[in-house]
């Protein structure tokens, strides 16, 4: 089955998602900085949780390259800012309850565990160029080494 969703090259699709704190981020806004966008199934679980830890502590680093990193859900406002409160997390969580930006990037997709079929979202993550075009894509995510892997391909623009 065919990959949905921007590859390397396309043109990011633009958005603009209410984020915790009430303020909307609008993606084409960030530029000319270049933006990482990864997507993760629910805040406050295990591998969220890793993967959400993983980023704040390269925040520096990314921030040190001009790159902004961004994590999308289908959890609510509310349920982000407790995440980021009960965490310290540093990056930006934006609210896609809807399901409209997980599916123009494809990462709203079946899923299936212990034989049972669901949809749900595939952590998948997107390195925009200042350019608004993908630069690199990451799907079927697994966390540990991840978030190094990005910073070093956001270093590398």
């Known amino acids: 089955m065919p990959e949905t969703g921007p590859q390397t090259g396309d043109n990011a699709p633009d958005f603009t998602l209410p984020q915790d704190g009430g303020d909307d981020v609008t993606l084409s806004a960030q530029a000319p900085a270049p933006v990482v966008l990864y997507f993760y199934p629910k805040d406050d679980t295990s591998g969220c949780t890793k993967e959400a830890i993983a980023f704040t502590g390269l925040m520096p680093e990314f921030e040190a390259v001009g790159v902004k990193v961004m994590g999308i859900s289908k959890d609510t406002v509310a349920k982000h800012a407790k995440f980021r409160a ?44 200042a350019d608004g075009k993908v630069a690199q894509v990451w799907r079927k995510v697994k966390v540990p080494g991840h978030a190094e892997a990005v910073l070093e391909a956001a270093k590398a623009l």
């Open 86 to 129: 009960k965490h310290e997390l540093g990056v930006q969580l934006l609210s896609d309850e809807d399901g409209a930006v997980c599916e123009a990037y494809g990462t709203w997709v079946e899923k299936s565990m212990y034989g049972k079929k669901y949809m749900g979202i595939e952590r998948s993550t997107f390195l925009i160029g």
